[in-house]
């Protein structure tokens, strides 16, 4: 409950123009912590930089509710372009898109499919791309307005390219979650399971942590024993600890999940995991459009509501 106080007051101070102005203003050194940087090359070198440590990268565009139809066909021809440069880098691309960037709930126009979404049209587009180069992309899950959509264009995708190109997530503080990983089963989906982002109503998502870390618990399992392959995105030791004896207990393989840990956060763990042989993923955001990206860290943890305001101070 005070969790979610917390990330409701920081959430709603960051949405105040002159907080966000200053920020935009002033903020872009402290968001580098958690942004790889503003451009293509930047963020390929944070992924090298990160193969160094046996770290794989999910590379994410950053850009939330981009308005136009044109404006998001053109974000997906970025998201294109950062394909064709991870291939061109010899990186195999592996990237995630909100669905919201690429015109979900917009009809397409012109040389799109008449009626169609245009976030599928732009989503069939990043996602055939990647698999011509053997990548992934992965649907970001956003507010619980979309999850519907999401997972229906989720199951779209994955019948026309198959599991190994595409997949999707789940946010244990969602109520509706563990049933929501059942119907996708037939699939054999790849699924990221995270704690939830947003600031989400109690009719919808729980509102204590300890619900949503047992949640979070037993999506996981269930979709290990379902054999599945699991993408498990958190900083939470004991969680990961959990699940490492899960999985050692139930012989679920190394090669069947993955650690999943934002860049820039507990990098000596992700470090460490990948020491002892586990698969570990930083997702790496880039791009001019960091400022949501960032609230939504900082509302995350005090730690970093800390770090910022230090950072400001001194600066
Ligand atoms: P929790 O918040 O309980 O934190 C566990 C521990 O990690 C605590 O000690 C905490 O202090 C530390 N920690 C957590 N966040 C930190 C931070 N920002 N800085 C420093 N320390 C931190 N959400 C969503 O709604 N849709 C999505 O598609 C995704 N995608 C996604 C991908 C990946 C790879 C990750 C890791 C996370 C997401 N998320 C997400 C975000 C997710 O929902 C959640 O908000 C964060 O992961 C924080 O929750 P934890 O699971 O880390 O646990």
Not at 223 to 251: C, M, P, S, W
Request: charge should be neutral; hydrophobic fraction near 40%; aromatic fraction near 8%.
């Amino acid at each position: 409950m005070i969790d979610q106080l917390y990330r409701k007051a920081v959430l709603t101070v960051a949405e105040r123009p002159p907080v966000e102005h200053l920020m935009r203003s002033r903020g872009w050194g402290l968001a580098q912590r958690f942004v790889a940087g503003e451009d293509i090359p930047s963020a390929l070198a944070a992924v090298k930089d990160l193969e160094k440590d046996g770290v794989m990268g999910n590379l994410d565009l950053l850009g939330e509710f981009i308005e136009s139809p044109e404006q998001c066909t053109a974000f997906a021809d970025d998201v294109l372009r950062l394909i064709e440069a991870a291939h061109g880098a010899g990186i195999k691309p592996y990237v995630s898109i909100k669905l919201s960037s690429v015109g979900q709930g917009k009809e397409g126009r012109g040389k799109h499919e008449a009626g169609e979404d245009l976030g599928l049209t732009n989503a069939r587009r990043i996602v055939g791309q990647a698999k011509r180069y053997g990548g992934f992309v992965c649907l970001d899950m956003e507010d619980s307005g979309r999850v519907d959509q999401t997972l229906a264009q989720f199951r779209t995708l994955a019948s026309e390219f198959g599991h190994e190109h595409v997949g999707t997530v789940l946010q244990s503080y969602l109520r509706r979650s563990l049933a929501d990983r059942a119907a996708l089963d037939d699939l054999s989906p790849n699924l990221r399971i995270v704690k939830g982002a947003y600031l989400e109503p109690e009719t919808v998502a729980y509102p204590d942590k300890s619900d949503v870390d047992q949640n979070y618990r037993r999506l996981v399992y269930a979709h290990l024993k379902a054999g599945h392959y699991t993408n498990v995105a958190t900083h939470d030791e004991q969680i990961i600890d959990d699940v490492r004896r899960f999985a050692l207990a139930h012989g679920v393989s190394k090669d069947q999940f993955e650690f999943q840990m934002l860049y820039g956060i507990r990098r000596d763990l992700q470090k460490s995991l990948a020491a002892e042989g586990y698969r570990v993923r930083a997702y790496i955001p880039y791009g001019r459009d960091w400022y949501a990206y960032f609230s939504r860290r900082i509302a995350e943890t005090p730690r970093n509501a800390v770090f910022v305001l230090r950072g400001m101070l001194k600066g």
